[in-house]
């Protein structure tokens, strides 16, 4: 395929099972295209992204907000009770001096998802109103910098194994928190598996493109 200028790139994209290259054509609404080779979607069109968007953005903000106030568990052992929140599983870290583990978890725990769904709140804001083109553009860029490092699936995954461990020797009570992350974790997982970032620029594009030929 003959690439006569940069302008063109925008107008392709590359099927991440097999790499295949190819060329974006229009597709009608609640339908998907997949690729030629190995029959894996490339991209969906759906004209109700940026609402659905939108909704589940603010939905999983909030659920983050409720995991990070409440208590996540509570442990009992020998008659004596221990509430457990993810901020100060974090700073337990830096009070025990492991200062490195403790800003990787900050980041990776807290920060780094924080930023994912405010930028995705901002994002699908701006893309309803069609306004601030630039800005959109590079807030598509940071957030696919940052979503590599969201780790918040992964610990839910320690907490449950820590807790299945706990099981035989203390009596363990969920808190709020522990089932408003998992909520977090699955509309996170649900909008970087569902509302992949190649969709999110064209979504962008159709959005002020419409602007352009109002």
Aim: glycine share 4%; charged share 20%; with cysteine.
């Amino acid at each position: 395929m003959k690439i006569e200028n940069e302008d063109a790139l925008d107008n392709l994209i590359i099927c991440k099972q097999c790499f295949t290259l190819h060329e974006e054509v229009p597709i009608e609404d609640g339908t998907k295209a997949c690729c030629s080779e190995c029959g894996a979607i490339l991209y969906r069109y759906d004209s109700k992204l940026i609402e659905h968007g939108l909704a589940l953005s603010i939905t999983g903000f909030i659920f983050f907000v409720l995991a990070n106030l409440f208590p996540l568990v509570q442990i009992e052992i020998l008659g004596h009770e221990q509430f457990i929140t993810i901020p100060k599983t974090i700073f337990s870290l830096f009070e025990s001096e492991f200062y490195i583990v403790g800003l990787i978890c900050i980041f990776l725990i807290f920060i780094f998802p924080l930023m994912i769904f405010t930028i995705n709140i901002l994002l699908f804001i701006l893309l309803k109103m069609e306004r601030h083109e630039k800005l959109t553009k590079e807030l598509l860029i940071l957030l696919s910098h940052i979503i590599p490092w969201s780790m918040t699936d992964i610990f839910l995954i320690s907490i449950l194994v820590a807790l299945v461990k706990l099981i035989g020797y203390a009596q363990i009570h969920m808190g709020v928190s522990f089932w408003a992350l998992i909520v977090f974790v699955l509309i996170d997982l649900y909008i970087v598996k569902r509302l992949n970032l190649s969709e999110l620029w064209m979504l962008r594009k159709r959005a002020f493109a419409t602007k352009d030929e109002e």
